[in-house]
């Protein structure tokens, strides 16, 4: 705590008086706005992930959709072509 002035002293309006001792006060706000931050990021990822996965979900019903169709459009004992290289 700091005491700016002796008694008897004049002092202007809104003049500090007296400045209390807020180290431990601003390491705490500190740890706040970051912890708040943080939260702030991890939140975004957090959509950022749910996204992801919908649009996978939406590639993944595509693929099979388009996989069962063309399955289906060939005959049972068709020769396709296998998937090895000659």
Known sequence: MAVNGEPQDYVAAGETLIQLDSGTTELELKALEARRDLSTVMDDARIKLEYARDNLNIVKE???????ESALALPKNSNRPSRRSI
């Open 62 to 68: 595509l693929y099979e959709k388009m996989i069962g």
